[in-house]
């Protein structure tokens, strides 16, 4: 779990330091609340988004159900609003097919810029307001 009193030491896309996206659920391929990512997170977990009800079912229809509730992970399935670390390469399938959520630009981890320009990351921004 993500502590607050103890900030990452990841950088954002913005250059800053990275913040966490959720805690409940904790989101991120360690579970620790950020869009953290390492040498076993090979699917780049590193986009905060706010997920949509078309992302989580094209997400869905490609085989990763965001949705279903699996307690036996504490994952209680996720729900338009909710807010989650994707793979950056499912962010941009979903870019490509015009239905790529919201996205929060501190919380979101750099290495997704080696994927996604950060203009295209910017027009998608819910926390540039």
């Given at each position: 779990?993500?502590?607050?009193?103890?900030?990452?030491?990841?950088?954002?896309?913005?250059?800053?330091?990275?913040?966490?996206?959720?805690?409940?659920?904790?989101?991120?391929?360690?579970?620790?609340?950020?869009?953290?990512t390492?040498?076993?997170?090979?699917?780049?977990?590193?986009?905060?988004?706010k997920?949509?009800?078309e992302?989580?079912?094209?997400?869905?229809?490609?085989?990763?159900?965001?949705?279903?509730?699996?307690?036996?992970?504490?994952?209680?399935?996720?729900?338009?609003?909710?807010?989650?670390?994707?793979?950056?390469?499912?962010?941009?399938?979903?870019?490509?097919?015009?239905?790529?959520?919201?996205v929060?630009?501190?919380a979101?981890h750099?290495?997704?810029?080696?994927?996604?320009?950060?203009?295209?990351?910017?027009?998608?921004?819910?926390?540039?307001?």
């Open positions: 779990m993500r502590d607050p009193q103890k900030p990452s030491s990841a950088r954002n896309v913005l250059g800053g330091e990275l913040t966490g996206c959720c805690d409940s659920p904790a989101t991120g391929f360690y579970r620790d609340g950020y869009c953290h390492g040498p076993h997170d090979v699917g780049s977990h590193t986009v905060c988004t997920v949509t009800q992302f989580l079912e094209f997400s869905a229809q490609r085989g990763n159900d965001l949705v279903t509730p699996h307690p036996e992970f504490d994952f209680p399935g996720l729900i338009p609003g909710d807010r989650w670390c994707v793979c950056v390469a499912r962010w941009k399938e979903a870019l490509d097919a015009g239905i790529a959520p919201p929060l630009l501190t979101t750099e290495k997704a810029l080696e994927v996604v320009p950060l203009d295209q990351l910017k027009r998608y921004a819910a926390d540039l307001q």
